[in-house]
């Protein structure tokens, strides 16, 4: 597999085959096929098995797949076998959550630094965490080489924090902020931004 | 311009090129071209105008696009030239950062109500909102015929509610639950998961 050949596109499947492996595997599923995945998901069999042709060969013809063995191999694919550290920048409301969401220990991340710029919020909890100075934000990174970091900052200061993020080492940019970044050439960033998936959904709304 | 000839992909664009048009008005700026919004949001000017060429001409050759029409046009071709009504449901951490966000009502969508099942949460204050019980919704979104919801549920509840939303009416559904829907044809579903985006980047980190 060389990864650089493989389709982007390609790629951002594989983290929803795993998921719903995982789930089959919760409900003590052992074997599935493209064709169930595949009603599970809304995407066809086809398309599933060539997918994942893209990365090797997971099952034999005609007997499925085993869900723990493939679910294994997507893991190890997407080196999400590991834990990832993960700096969160952003102590408002929508830090708050991503802070105490239980959701990422499970799937290979594992927040370990809160950073807001207020000097208001600095020395505060969030569940177990306390909000610190993101002053020091680029020494830790360096320090703990942290590679991952998500941000929940005001579109306002999303570029100015961004940039320190590179600075610092970060690889991978998460961002909760309505705004395209600019970003150097091999640091990958993807955005989550609400109005862009309900406005594409009002299109098709009668 | 027959919306079902549209290729899903493209239509889903749209909404980031409405960003970006609003962000460069804010900014002062009265004309762009593709090549500057292509700059700007990372992808390619021939791939903006091919985009735009679909919904009609907005543009003429070597004067580039008026910044507020085409903005109004795509406005009204996503149909966020109006306010939607918007249920929430769950009203958790993730459903106060959602409920307190300030980012919708300037871009087509207003949350009017947040239902929550815990019985302890009941009247409870969200901001400016009162937090209901789940067993209203049904009658009130058929009552106030709203289209959209929004479901910061935890993954175990978000069928059962999303079967009710269903019932109710509701066309559009934006889901914060990690999980993987059954939705009659004709509903539309976007997912929001953070977990399916930190695993495609990781994919790449060195």
Chains 1, 2 share one sequence.
């Not at 997918?51 to 007997?63: I, M, P, R, V, Y």
């Not at 499970?106 to 950073?115: A, S």
């Not at 505060?124 to 610190?132: A, V």
Request: neutral net charge.
């Amino acid at each position: 597999m060389v990864r650089s050949n493989i389709p982007n596109i390609v790629v951002g499947r594989i983290p929803l085959y795993l998921r719903e492996l995982t789930e089959m595997a919760a409900e003590g599923k052992v074997i599935t096929s493209s064709q169930e995945l595949g009603q599970r998901l809304g995407i066809s069999s086809a398309q599933i098995r060539k997918d994942l042709s893209q990365f090797g060969e997971f099952g034999k013809q005609g007997t499925g797949y085993n869900i723990t063995f493939l679910a294994e191999q997507l893991r190890r694919i997407l080196k999400v076998d590991r834990l990832w550290s993960v700096v969160l920048v952003g102590a408002g409301d929508l830090g708050h959550a991503v802070a105490n969401y239980g959701g990422f220990i499970d799937r290979g991340f594992r927040i370990t630094r809160v950073y807001d710029i207020d000097p208001s919020k600095i020395g505060q909890k969030i569940g177990t965490f306390t909000i610190q100075d993101v002053a020091a934000m680029v020494d830790d990174i360096q320090k703990e080489r942290i590679k991952i970091a998500m941000l929940a900052v005001p579109a306002s200061d999303a570029q100015s924090v961004t940039d320190m993020l590179v600075e610092a080492g970060i690889q991978a940019i998460l961002c909760y902020a309505p705004v395209s970044l600019k970003i150097p050439d091999g640091v990958k960033i993807q955005y989550i931004d609400p109005v862009l998936r309900l406005q594409h959904m009002t299109f098709y709304v009668p």
